[in-house]
């Protein structure tokens, strides 16, 4: 739409528009400047119509689309698409919006509702209606708040008056544990009066209660008519039903409170409460333990419409799915929708752990395209590169590992510091996959000038040193390399005194624990340049040095860049605190 010179209106509503798809553009994660572009584009040409010019009613459609791209769970918005369409081109176009409504949000029972009252409306064929009714009940059946829909269904019955059908439908309705259970068997128990008993059970229940019926007459004494006979069937049958109805309702009650602690059932870009969180995994705590696949399928389908940018749920959605027998299928369809649709790649953990699920499944070359595509976006990515690179070596050996390291390093669009964390990887393929020490030493001493910023690379450097292998002979020398990184980690870097007093106290540690004769002489130097006075401490030095001009300081950002720690996304997982309140941040 931006290649439009004109949106289909007056000039003022063209720039008006060219501003908003400015905006758009500039941020898409911003809701409401996607909101203020549909609104604008629904008022041109003081309301769209079927008269409206082509030109207008293609800016209002390519906005609706890329908007409901962008945000898939908004159901009400994919309603208003709809009755736009009908409204501008008719039942087929608002129909196919329809279709891919449901498509992107198939557990909505209210979309589905919408749609199968919109069918009933504009087809008069009964068999394609039934046929949009039996679909939306294989996806929203099951939904604690399905009354609406099921609702609907018995209405269009009830105006075709096929009493056979809507018997057939509270037959199903009364199993189900939902918010308006009661009100349907009380409707199916006054129709079972009216319906032949052939409807109301299999033949062969119905054989085994008029056996049972005739055998208690027998015992009794008793000649029964055939109205009588009937009338006790029905008795039984009666009774059946209501065991079931205790069933549903026993079932219903159970998850009556974790369904009255849902304040928020739709999506939003905004935060859920932390309350909101916990309720949700308590309840499929609850659904996994009842153990009834088809329910806890629909509960999670529930819960990532509501919680659908929260990355936490969508891993344990995979890892639920991933438990159960020849699911993989739903698996790659879990990780797809988490990665393609609703988790910013700014938290790029489920795609790497999609990348790891298809290099299990053999699909190598789409494991290293997902780290292409996070790369692309994301080119300092440290935790991407590191995986990228591990996958090659375990599929391909330790050259293509390391090349995929040197393409990051030589790349003008990554940072010096996460160049620095790619050397450091490289040291350690060398040391711990190669076997070479010499090799992985001279991969840190090569450049440190370079990443001499980077906390990083010092630690793993320190970190390098102090797991070598030693003893008494070698202990001398194997403090010189030590020491030796520690200088130049104290004089070449401009980190913050908090970050060389954390590494000041590893040295420290080391020359107590392990250090000869002469090691306490360095320990109190350190600990005179670390923790003294300014007068006589490491960081006077350094600040007399950048007041002098010979060293500029790091700026800010940068500063928060070299400092930075690396993780994987796995390191970070932890117990939700089920204690928190007020809103619970996405990240």
């Excluded at 056996?211 to 015992?219: R, Y």
């Excluded at 999670?300 to 969508?314: N, Q």
């Amino acid at each position: 739409m931006g290649d439009f010179n004109n949106y289909g209106g007056t000039d003022e509503e063209n720039s008006e528009i060219a501003r908003l798809t400015a905006d758009v553009e500039a941020d898409t994660d911003n809701f409401e400047n996607w909101e203020k572009l549909i609104r604008a584009c629904e008022s041109l040409d003081g309301g769209l119509n079927r008269n409206s010019s082509p030109q207008a009613l293609a800016t209002l459609r390519n906005s609706y689309d890329r908007f409901l791209l962008k945000f898939p769970l908004l159901f009400g918005y994919w309603k208003k698409y709809a009755d736009l369409e009908f409204n501008i081109a008719g039942p087929e176009s608002a129909e196919i919006v329809y279709e891919r409504g449901c498509a992107s949000i198939t557990n909505s029972v209210d979309l589905w509702t919408e749609y199968c009252s919109f069918k009933m409306e504009t087809t008069h064929i009964p068999h394609l209606v039934r046929e949009l009714f039996e679909r939306a009940a294989t996806h929203i059946g099951l939904d604690f708040l399905s009354h609406p829909f099921w609702d609907k269904y018995l209405e269009y019955e009830t105006r075709q008056e096929a009493h056979d059908k809507i018997f057939d439908i509270l037959k199903r309705v009364i199993h189900i544990p939902m918010h308006q259970y009661a009100r349907y068997y009380e409707r199916f128990r006054q129709l079972a009066h009216t319906r032949p008993l052939e409807e109301l059970v299999s033949a062969e229940e119905l054989a085994r209660y008029r056996a049972e019926v005739e055998g208690e007459a027998v015992h009794l004494g008793l000649q029964k008519t055939e109205l009588e006979v009937e009338r006790d069937i029905r008795g039984k049958i009666d009774q059946f039903f209501y065991l079931t109805f205790q069933n549903t309702q026993t079932e219903t009650t159970k998850r009556w409170t974790y369904e009255a602690e849902i304040k928020r059932p739709y999506f939003h870009v905004t935060e859920l409460d932390h309350s909101q969180l916990a309720n949700w995994r308590k309840y499929l705590d609850f659904e996994e333990a009842e153990g009834d696949y088809n329910r806890i399928v629909v509960l999670y389908e529930r819960c990532m419409v509501t919680c659908a940018l929260y990355d936490e749920m969508w891993f344990r959605y995979a890892r639920w799915m991933a438990g159960q027998e020849g699911k993989g299928e739903e698996v790659r369809n879990i990780y797809l929708r988490a990665a393609t649709l609703f988790v910013p790649i700014s938290r790029p953990g489920i795609r790497l752990q999609f990348a790891y699920f298809e290099e299990v499944n053999d699909r190598v070359d789409r494991a290293r395209a997902i780290h292409e595509s996070v790369l692309d976006i994301l080119p300092d990515s440290v935790e991407t590169i590191v995986s990228w690179a591990n996958l090659e070596r375990r599929q391909a050996g330790l050259d293509a590992a390391i090349e995929v390291l040197r393409a990051q390093i030589a790349s003008p669009t990554v940072s010096i510091y996460t160049k620095a964390a790619c050397v450091t990887e490289w040291a350690t393929l060398l040391w711990k996959v190669k076997g070479s020490v010499d090799e992985a030493r001279a991969a840190f001493s090569k450049d440190a000038d370079a990443y001499a910023d980077s906390r990083h690379f010092w630690q793993q450097w320190f970190d390098f040193e102090l797991q070598q292998p030693t003893n008494s002979e070698m202990e001398t020398k194997h403090l010189e390399l030590v020491k030796r990184v520690f200088t130049q980690m104290c004089t070449k870097s401009r980190l913050s005194l908090g970050i060389k007093q954390e590494l000041g106290r590893i040295y420290m540690n080391y020359l107590q624990n392990r250090g000869g004769k002469e090691a306490m002489k360095d320990f109190l130097d350190v600990d005179r340049q670390m923790f003294g006075p300014r007068s006589v401490s490491l960081d006077a030095k350094a600040k007399d040095g950048k007041e002098n001009g010979v060293v500029p300081e790091l700026d800010p950002t940068s500063r928060l860049k070299a400092e930075g720690r690396f993780y994987n996304y796995y390191e970070l997982h932890a117990d939700p605190d089920e204690n928190a309140q007020g809103l619970a941040d996405f990240n």
